[in-house]
């Protein structure tokens, strides 16, 4: 099995490469990234891009797999546009690239709350990517809609407070369906569920991920 990647720099990403490096079923990943990475394995081909000009790269997007978890933080980013321009138009590019390329299989991290007609710029953000993709008719397309990320390392200091007062809120059984998840679980998950032999469209939130994650797929 072939894999392509987008946002393996991230938490998610991380976690999500360094599995697929150890899983016999991948033979090959395929990286596009805005620097390298310090990694060095023979299953890991690194292609340094840049992604506002999808042109010069689409040959590269050839496989069997897509996955795609880039994104940034307004923070970051600096400001909405720039922030849309990472978590929309980079992630819906790469998807047109590969769907013009005829890989079959596209596995989205989307959000929590993700809804088009949402009044909160973040969430309406990601549903309106979530319809976009939905729209290239993948032939197995599960987008994944986490809530909480428990990132390790993090230095970002509101998640780390938010992650210690939902724990906290969790052992008193409130908020429950808002369990931070561990970003090594949500990538074992989208793993599993790229082996599943299925065709259509599979949206799995938060309570079906952890348990998601466990299942051996074959």
Known sequence: MKALVIGATGATGKDLLQKLIEDSYFTEINVFLRRNLEINNAKVFQHIVDFENPEDWKNLVKGDVAFSCLGTTLKAAGNKEAQR????????????VAKKNNVEDFILVSAYGANPNSKIFYSKMKGELEEAVKNLHFNK?????????DRKNTNRTGEVFGIKLINLLNKLGIFKHQKPLPTHILAQAMINASKIKSNGFSEIKLACIFSFAEKKKD
């Open 85 to 96: 321009k990472v978590d929309y138009d980079y992630q819906f590019n790469f998807a047109k």
């Open 141 to 149: 397309l599960i987008i994944f809609k986490p809530g909480m990320l």
